[in-house]
């Protein structure tokens, strides 16, 4: 098993270009969570999936930034017009259902954005 | 915000000498994790106590819970050189699936 899969590690993009991160859970594992790692606040929570149906997307915001899961390998997270406050390690988690306690991390995605 | 301001911390310590951090929240929680974080990895899960818990030990991990004042620790004893690491506490807010971390302890054990 390989663990939970994120890439690309590192991505740099140019301010108003948009940029896609890419997650592939644990296979059998039903739920998938994204946050967002950054110095000043921390690790924060963006959304989650449950068998590929957006759960709770309270900490996406509004604009700008989409999550899809279109099968049960890959979550997308796709964030448009890139600025440089959306720098920051982007985090993957899944577990085996929303209720099981342990969250299995990827090793994240860190977003350039200059 | 979630979290007081006694979580955000740093510690530096010698190999084979104790450490507890200590964290506390503000919003009903059933579980609390502890998760430690590695240069360039993600936090993985290394210890959670339960709220029907007041302590909980894994090896050289001991975590505490005090419901009433909304506080967890964890200690870790003998600390070693690999212990380096972040750690972060986190909650679920009542049973959510989603978990709020805290802002970290960030331990450097030197030899």
């Known amino acids: 098993n390989a663990g939970v899969i994120q890439t690309p590690r590192h991505k740099v993009t140019g301010k108003g270009q948009e940029a896609t991160l890419w997650c592939e859970p644990i296979?059998?594992?039903?739920?998938v969570f994204w946050y967002r790692q950054t110095i000043v606040q921390g690790l924060e929570f963006l959304t989650y999936f449950r068998n590929q149906a957006p759960i709770d997307d309270s900490g996406m915001p509004k604009e700008r930034f989409s999550a899809q899961m279109p099968n049960q390998s890959h979550s997308t997270l796709k964030i448009q017009s890139t600025q440089p406050q959306d720098s920051a390690v982007y985090l993957c988690?899944?577990?085996?259902?929303?209720?099981?306690?342990?969250?299995?991390f990827g090793s994240g995605t860190r977003l350039t954005v200059l | 915000s979630q979290w007081g301001e006694e979580n955000l911390q740093a510690l530096s310590i010698q190999e084979g000498e104790d450490v507890t951090m200590n964290c506390s929240y503000k919003?009903?929680?059933?579980?609390v994790h502890w998760y430690r974080q590695d240069s360039g990895r993600g936090p993985a899960l290394i210890i959670l106590?339960?709220?029907?818990?007041r302590e909980k030990r894994s090896g050289r991990l001991r975590a505490t819970l005090d419901t009433s004042s909304q506080s967890s620790s964890l200690s870790i004893t003998a600390a070693q050189c690999e212990d380096t690491a972040v750690y972060f506490c986190a909650t679920d807010k009542g049973g959510s699936a989603k978990l709020i971390f805290g802002e970290g302890t960030k331990l450097t054990v030197s030899s």
């Open positions: 296979s059998g594992h039903s739920a």
């Open positions: 919003t009903y929680t059933t579980v």
């Open positions: 988690a899944s577990s085996f259902s929303p209720g099981s306690e342990t969250l299995y």
């Open positions: 106590i339960r709220s029907n818990e």
